[in-house]
């Protein structure tokens, strides 16, 4: 994340340096996110038969190879193959196989009571290295661009330099998980597996089974990850989905590197400063993560990520309205407190109403969603720009988000998490081999009536 906070501040200028307009600005960007959908969506649903420590390896490696393309060369066409092929950020956030293996692996490995708290933990280790890595590039960039013979151009290179080994030892370190992240087949029932099948089938059945064992589940990496999630779980996938997309399109139109390229435009300030400013909103930014947690148990996981979620799209909104920069930077951080609160909520819902073998696949689904959704904001955002009219950018981006959080409120508001709602209450054991049967059941019941 470090990496990726210090790519994404200067990601937009970097173009601008090398001459090319906002419109190819822009369609470098969503043409990057698009790239990233690809990848994700082969890595991430072979990522348990093939092993989640060697996914996240390739992706390290596909990393330092962009980052050192982007180092050594100016074409626009070898930069774009080598943002589309290999892992470049935009937007600051997680990209790649990266975020859906690392959240379906802390699942694996976390209690289902505790598990909101890893992931708001999860929130604000990233957003602290984003931070992190927007303040170290402003101030390394401003020094390089004062010190005599050095351009822009040759300051922005130094930055992916760091980009290019960052990358390198993401891949040394994820050589030394060990094997408890790699994805379990399921021959037999643990204490583990019904506490993680209770979250999502608490009241399926009315008590234990008693049936004898049967043989053992077939490992999951010789099945086809579609083929695994239930009909349950689909019917509210595709539902958030619909939803993700909305939220993801806005997110498109203004990543971070888009709102420093405008800042930067707008108030023409140094580049440490900038830096800073950036950094004090991914710093405001984890501060927040950390409350997300406890609000989530006191008024539920929907609530929290609506009622965070939505003041945060209406400062996004108005961000463009200050003409003076005080004003600008208190709207940028009230919006940074906010706007990353629904992550870790987000996650926890969405690993409490999905079967432990179907995580993987459906958070790939998910982010591969979000991805496409989102890769076709900076087109958007980069034709608005170069017809002076970038502020529209934001207003579109604002109300988007706010129809998203509506959107949630109205749809998911009474959702029963069982996992998280009743993880105080002493649950049946169920197998997971009868949830399966269970599942099944219902199915055919479904199937039988809508014949007669």
């Known amino acids: 994340m470090f990496a990726y906070g210090s790519s994404t501040l200067i990601l937009a200028l970097y173009f601008s340096a090398l001459g090319h307009s906002d419109a190819r600005i822009g369609l470098f960007m969503s043409l990057t996110l698009i790239g ?7 890595l991430t649903f072979v990522a348990d038969a093939l092993g989640r420590r060697r996914v996240l390896l390739l992706g390290a490696v596909l990393m330092a190879l962009s980052g050192a393309t982007f180092a ?3 074409n626009y066409y070898v ?27 802390l699942a694996h490995l976390s209690d289902p009571k505790t598990r909101s708290d890893v992931f708001a933990w999860y929130v604000v280790v990233r957003t602290l290295g984003t931070a992190g890595g927007s303040l170290a590039c402003g101030w390394l960039v401003q020094k390089l661009q004062s010190l005599p013979g050095w351009t822009d151009e040759s300051a922005y290179r130094i930055v992916f330099w760091i980009y290019t080994a960052i990358g390198l030892i993401k891949g040394g370190l994820t050589l030394l998980l060990s094997e408890e992240c790699e994805a379990r087949p399921t021959p037999k029932t643990t204490a583990t597996e019904e506490g993680e099948g209770e979250a999502f089938l608490g009241q399926a059945n009315g008590g234990p089974s008693n049936r004898p064992a049967t043989k053992p589940a077939q490992p999951p990496g010789k099945k086809n990850a579609m083929s695994q999630i239930s009909r349950k779980s689909w019917t509210i996938l595709l539902k958030l989905c619909a939803l993700f997309s909305v939220d993801s399109l806005a997110s498109g139109m203004i990543p971070f590197s888009l709102i420093a390229f405008y800042m930067d435009r707008k108030f023409h300030m140094p580049q440490g400063k900038l830096g800073s400013i950036m950094s004090a909103a991914w710093f405001v930014s984890s501060i927040g993560n950390i409350f997300a ?28 309205a200050p003409t003076s920069l005080a004003m600008t930077i208190v709207l940028l951080v009230a919006r940074a407190s906010l706007a990353s609160m629904d ?4 996650s926890a819902f969405l690993s409490a109403v999905v079967l432990p073998d179907e995580r993987t696949a459906v958070m790939g689904i998910v982010n591969t969603v979000k991805t496409l959704s989102q890769s076709g904001g900076p087109i958007i955002t980069g034709v608005l720009a170069g017809k002076s009219r970038f ?26 998490l069982h996992g998280q709602e009743d993880e105080g209450r002493a649950q049946p054991s169920v197998s997971l081999q009868d949830q399966r049967r269970s599942l099944d059941s219902d199915e055919e019941e479904l199937e039988t009536g809508q014949q007669r």
Request: proline fraction near 5%; charged fraction near 15%; avoid cysteine.
């Open 391 to 416: 502020w529209v950018a934001f207003l579109v981006a604002g109300s988007l988000k706010a129809s998203y959080d509506l959107g949630m409120l109205t749809m998911f508001l009474n959702t029963k």
């Open 72 to 74: 050594s060369t100016s």
């Open 36 to 42: 990233d959908v690809v990848v994700s969506l082969m």
């Open 293 to 320: 947690s406890s609000i989530s148990k006191r008024i539920g996981l929907i609530k929290t990520m609506v009622f965070t979620h939505l003041p945060s799209a209406i400062f996004l909104a108005l961000l463009p």
């Open 343 to 346: 992550q870790a909520p987000r």
């Open 79 to 105: 930069l774009l193959v080598a943002a589309i092929v290999g892992v470049i950020s935009p937007s600051g956030n997680e990209i790649g196989p990266f975020r859906a293996v690392e959240e379906s692996t």
